[in-house]
């Protein structure tokens, strides 16, 4: 029995042990330059709906002799939010998923440190948010109105402009989420208040429209969407669901069932950044420099549904066939964004849950 | 054995009984959240709470999360009593089928029993007009009863059945209606196994955070969902701690008031009051098509869906579970051998921890065991967020550095575990006539010797049945998993089966609900292994 709790007490000790003791291999490297990182361990801390190909990664340790280890936690939001608490002890040297709607709290938090990386130049500039290169842009994607083509109302063309969402010919087919608790809710808000003459009258449009709104994604689009059965035609998505209803189609279809209000997208940014108090900075830079590669960029669209920052990326076809890149998206300063969202939130609850 | 190497003996054993469960519930619970409670008040935790506490909005949260939790709890006891009466019945076999059965639910995602049950109220027609469910707090508590259901069934059921059924039978030749036998001499004897139910369903109820966001709409909020939104939406960690305070005290209040009723020695009946009432056994039987269709309803709408392939139906998105998704860093069927293993080990944690903790708790000082049966039942009334973000800011130093490790998310499972196995055990152990022990000290044994082999094989009824909940909360388990930073490798089916859910497209979505279903198959069989090892069923009490 002794050493039965013996061995107890010393589970958490010797799970301890077992655990990570790497990422702490580069230190004596600093010293040349360019830094040897070959051997070292790089730890990349992500949301869970991160993943690329094995390939990808395993070309990094070709280049670089050094490895990458994932850490994936939650949403962006969670993940921003535990980056910041355990900023005095990092889980890991590079943070990616934190987007244009978080920046700012990363920022405020002083959560990462400046590198310029030499690739930078190849990105679309508009993608570059911080004049101090704190986070560097990776891939963006556009939150849209999607429509389910064959089930809008009879005789109904689909919607050129937010503005049609409160015409009567669509009452009670438009479904939302609560941008409290949802991330491509709050980008819908934000693409309203920065894309209607007067926000808080548009959305009293909306509610006396009949829109619906849900708790996140997914009650939406396989709850009242047509996707999952619903009876509402018209759901708050990205622009690049209409090549994801292709490609995992059953059957398979030749051309998607749904379409995308280009005039109503908010353009979420994500960005990666080098977490204040790594050790392995040098294995950090190199991270972010392979991130904008054509071998990582090119395989961003099809794991994440998402688009390569990288201009020189090639897509592919069926994101060059389906996929549609607003050409105007809407776009609010992170720092607008962090001082407001609150008060916007607020507001939004009193209008449409009242 | 002189005497001084006896007593010394036992000193160690009950040292182990005692430390071993409270370091565990100390290291990975209590440590943890009064870290995180402690950093998100600072200094001004007063001003906090006063803010809370002139806030209308959260004193209608407050006041929501109890009073659906309350209202959830009374319906699944309703709901439950007659379902477990009657498999308590069965014969053996039978009842372990059954139980392992209504344990269904626990391992499945509340998006997706969500999306089930919008489409039965919307095949029932409950979802037009005055008879709308969905978006109502009428949804929330059914579906609350829907994930339930099994505590009841099960822990008042293998009580039940443990029962010494012949004083019911003298009642009944002494001319007491069923009705009044049941009511008489059953229900007092049951007391302890349905307020530890009861403790448990509530607490579930009280914390749950899916079926309100998704069930309940966007209008309705739980301290719960509450501290999800300050503490990740809007930062605000200050007033997300003092919401978890909040939601502690209040806890820490239901577990006293429970752990009370359950202590009480149970009264055999109050004389022979005997009343006429009809005895009619319909009522019970409706109750168990109320809980046949409630829980075959859903789930028949999963299994539909699962099979159903863009041409007819067929086994295609099983066969999709052993190849990679995209969205996926492995296939599906590795994040099920991983979930399994996970379960295995947070199984084993909070048998050995809940089993040594049930011991004191039943046989302790009596502060001890007190301060034992209010800590081990805390964790199940806590958010995932204060467990996840404690864990995160308080495990971060060696010897403890455990917050990438693969051990954290079996201990996080476990200590859900935990108060699974505590709450089984204890009404269990407690119900053990003390003429046996007696009779054992008459005979020459030891209280350690006679504890060994009278406690142990009766409490191994209360202990499968809670390493069978252990298992099944593991197996679905998602809230905190989400919070703990995870290596891929390590993916669990919950989380597998969110992310074929998150991007468009009938095959992922196919393939989720395929998921699912194994998850159900999968909790039901190891169910019903863990309960085999009990062996004989024969009723001891």
Known sequence: ?354 | MNQRARIGRRAIGGAVLVVVPAVFIAVFFGYPIATVLWRGLGGGGGETFLDLAESSRQRDIVWFTLWQAVASTALTLVVGLPAASIVARLPPRRQRLVRALVTVPFVLPTVLVAGAFTEVFAVTGLDEGALRLRHTVWAILIAHVFFNYAVVVRTVGAFWSGLDHRMEEAARSLGATAWAAFREVTLPRLRPAIASAAAIVFLFSFTSFGVVLILGGPRRATLETEIYRQAVTRTDLETAAALAVVQLVAVLALVVVSTRLERRRPIVGRGARLSRRAASPVWRWVNLGIGFVLLGGPIGVLMERSFSTGDGYGFDHYRALAERAPQLPAPATTALANSIVFAVTATAMAVLVGLLASLVVVHGRRGLARVFDLGLTLPLGTSAVTIGFGMLIALDEPPLDLRTSWWIIPIAHALVGVPFVVRTMVPVLRAIDPALHEAAGVLGASPARARREIDLPIGLRGLVVGAGFAFAVSLGEFGATSFLPRRPENLTAPVALFRLLSTPGDLLRGQAMALAVVLMVLVAAAVLVIESARGSDEGVF
């Open chain 1, 1 to 354: 029995m002794k050493k039965l709790l013996l061995c107890l007490l010393t589970l958490g000790l010797l799970a301890a042990a077992c655990g990570d003791d790497d990422s702490s291999g580069g230190g004596e490297l600093e010293a040349s330059t360019p830094v040897d990182i070959s051997g070292t361990t790089v730890t990349l801390m992500t949301h869970d709906s991160f993943y690329v190909s094995d390939s990808v990664f395993e070309a990094f340790t070709a280049e670089t002799g050094a490895t990458v280890e994932l850490l994936q936690v939650g949403d962006a939001g969670t993940m921003v939010s535990e980056a910041i608490l355990t900023k005095d002890a990092p889980l890991a040297d590079v943070l990616f998923g934190i987007d244009n709607t978080f920046l700012q709290r990363g920022l405020d938090a002083d959560l990462f440190d400046a590198y310029a990386s030499s690739n930078l130049s190849g990105v679309f500039p508009e993608l570059v948010l911080d004049d101090q290169n704190r986070v560097t842009p990776i891939d963006f994607g556009d939150v849209c109105i999607n429509y389910w083509i064959d089930a809008l109302p009879e005789g109904a063309e689909p919607p050129m402009s937010l503005e049609d969402l409160t015409d009567p010919v669509f009452a009670d087919e438009v479904v939302v989420q609560s941008p409290e608790s949802s991330s491509p809710g709050l980008a819908f808000l934000l693409a309203t208040i920065n894309g209607t003459d007067d926000w808080e009258q548009y959305w009293a449009d909306l509610v006396a429209n009949g829109v619906s709104v849900t708790a996140g994604w997914e009650d939406a689009y396989y709850g009242e969407f047509t996707a999952g059965g619903g009876d509402r035609s018209i759901v708050v998505s990205y622009a690049s669901s209409p090549p994801a209803e292709v490609i995992f189609a059953d059957p398979p279809v030749e051309v998607a069932p749904t379409g995308v209000l280009l005039d109503s997208c908010f353009r979420q940014i994500e960005f990666a950044g080098i977490l204040a108090g790594t050790d392995n900075r040098a294995g950090a830079e190199a991270l972010i420099d392979f991130m904008l590669t054509p071998t990582y960029q090119e395989d961003v669209p099809l794991n994440m549904f998402v688009f390569p920052a990288l201009e020189a990326a090639a897509l592919p076809s069926e994101f060059v066939e389906f996929a549609s890149v607003a050409e105007d998206p809407q776009i609010i300063a992170p720092a607008d964004i962090e001082a407001n969202r609150d008060t916007w939130v607020e507001r939004w609850v009193e209008i449409v849950l009242g």
